[in-house]
């Protein structure tokens, strides 16, 4: 077990002797012990770490709904494919452990090794049947299941009673939703909006292997989905249908404009309660019904997602209002 101390306040104030800890638990035993010690609901904020203020927005939910607030970190090898990010994924486990104890968090999970996670004969694992054939899951064969998988385990190790997950995520979002429902598990889930930078890319770890020659046109993948939701969101008569093809080539003309995409992988047009593709969207009470628009894009090397939300989707999807 580690215990960091910071000093909040300088020698001179009369409350000098306040400080904040974090408890760091770098194993499964040592965090299902912290568990066990506290008798307070537990909020936790599941990551990779390579922190930004997207991650930080979903502890600060947790913070103000939760006495006590565990996040992990913990860079899940089985959500990644042969050929992926897994060993350049960005790494600065100090620096994470500092931002998140300057935020209040009381607890970071933090395994030391792949090893305390996944024992070498593991036999179980969490199928998420059908979410193979969404969009995100046919470019990303192995990634639900992984997510899926880790998730459960740690939501058994840490037992909160809610958990905090980023719009950024959507097909993550509904999965773990449907999980929680399925299994029965007791985690309340709540999904929070994605925190974008000043132009309007949305924060991402991944950010990091953006060149200083196409971060500067990044963000339009952001600009090419609000095309697509604004194509929608003209058509609010009630009893109007719009064709979702129409909405894709909304959104394909804007990401055309960028010679630096090197490669659109999918644009969606999908349900919000399950993620299949959808032709065409009606609108009813002045609003199109709901909707998911997202895409995946390259830029040289890089992948990047992102997602809007249409019509009724906003208020079903999203646990915490802008
Ligand atoms: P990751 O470390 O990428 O696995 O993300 C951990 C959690 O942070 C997931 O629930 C993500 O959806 C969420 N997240 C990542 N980026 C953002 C963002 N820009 N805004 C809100 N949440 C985010």
Redesign the pocket.
């Known amino acids: 077990m580690l215990r960091r101390t910071v000093r909040l306040v300088p020698f001179s104030s009369p409350y000098a002797f306040a400080v904040r800890t974090i408890h760091v638990a770098e194993s499964v035993e040592d965090m299902i012990q912290y568990q066990r010690r506290h008798r307070d609901q537990i909020g936790f904020v599941?990551?990779?770490?390579a922190l930004h203020e997207?991650?930080l927005?979903?502890v600060d939910q947790a913070k103000s709904r939760n006495e006590t607030v565990v996040a992990s970190i913990f860079v899940n090898p089985t959500q990644f494919s042969a050929g992926e990010d897994l060993d350049r994924y960005p790494r600065q486990l100090e620096k994470d452990i500092e931002m998140l104890k300057q935020r209040g968090v009381d607890c970071v999970f933090a395994p030391k090794s792949t090893a305390q996670m996944y024992a070498k004969d593991a036999l179980c694992h969490v199928e998420p049947a059908r979410f193979s054939n969404i969009m995100e899951g046919i470019a990303r064969p192995d990634f639900f299941r992984g997510v899926a998988t880790v998730v459960c385990k740690l939501f058994n190790i840490v037992q909160p009673a809610s958990a905090y997950?980023?719009?950024?995520?959507i097909s993550?979002c509904i999965l773990i939703q449907k999980m929680v429902r399925d299994l029965n598990m007791p985690v309340q889930v709540i999904i929070?909006p994605?925190?974008r930078e000043a132009d309007g890319l949305?924060?991402?770890?991944r950010n990091a292997y953006l060149t200083a020659s196409e971060r500067p046109v990044a963000d339009v993948l952001y600009r090419a989905l609000m095309a697509g939701k604004e194509y929608c969101d003209q058509l609010t008569a009630d009893g109007v249908e719009v064709d979702t093809a129409a909405v894709e080539r909304a959104v394909q003309s804007v990401l055309a404009t960028e010679p630096m995409v090197s490669h659109v992988e999918y644009v969606s047009i999908a349900s919000h309660t399950d993620m299949t593709e959808l032709k065409t969207l009606i609108a009813f009470e002045h609003k199109s019904a709901g909707a998911v628009i997202s895409s995946a894009i390259r830029l040289g090397n890089v992948r990047l997602i992102d997602n809007v939300l249409v019509g009724r989707a906003i208020d079903d999807i999203l646990s915490v209002k802008r």
């Open positions: 599941p990551t990779m770490g997207g991650h927005s979903l997950f980023g719009q950024k995520d993550q929070c994605t925190v949305a924060m991402s770890s």
